[in-house]
């Protein structure tokens, strides 16, 4: 990947609920969605690759989107 991902201690703590212990920090493991769209910065429509059980994925029909503050924070500062 070449950029080494930073992300604020907040945006870490306010992501508790993570199951994979934000594995989305380490893009090498293939575990962070790709963003399709973002709104206002906060809301993001996504295409899956983090698999099955992430907290803070909402699905509806077959659109997904992300409310993840740490994955937020990554597209937000590294365009990724």
Same mark, same amino acid.
């Given at each position: !990947? %070449?950029? &080494? *991902? @930073?992300? #604020?201690?907040?945006?870490?703590? $306010? $992501?508790? &609920?993570?199951? /994979? =212990?934000?594995?989305?920090?380490? &893009?090498?493991? %293939? #575990? !962070? +969605?790709?963003?399709?769209? +973002?709104?206002?910065?906060?809301? !993001?429509?996504? =295409?899956? /690759? $983090? %698999?099955? %059980? +992430?907290?803070?994925? @909402?699905? =509806? #029909?077959?659109?997904?989107? +992300? @409310?993840?503050?740490?994955?937020?924070? *990554?597209?937000?500062?590294?365009?990724?």
């Amino acid at each position: !990947m %070449g950029v &080494k *991902i @930073i992300v #604020d201690p907040r945006t870490l703590n $306010a $992501a508790q &609920k993570c199951r /994979k =212990e934000c594995s989305c920090l380490s &893009k090498e493991e %293939g #575990d !962070m +969605c790709e963003v399709v769209f +973002c709104v206002n910065n906060k809301l !993001m429509g996504i =295409e899956l /690759k $983090a %698999g099955p %059980g +992430c907290s803070y994925r @909402i699905s =509806e #029909d077959e659109r997904h989107y +992300c @409310i993840c503050p740490v994955r937020k924070e *990554i597209y937000n500062k590294y365009h990724i």
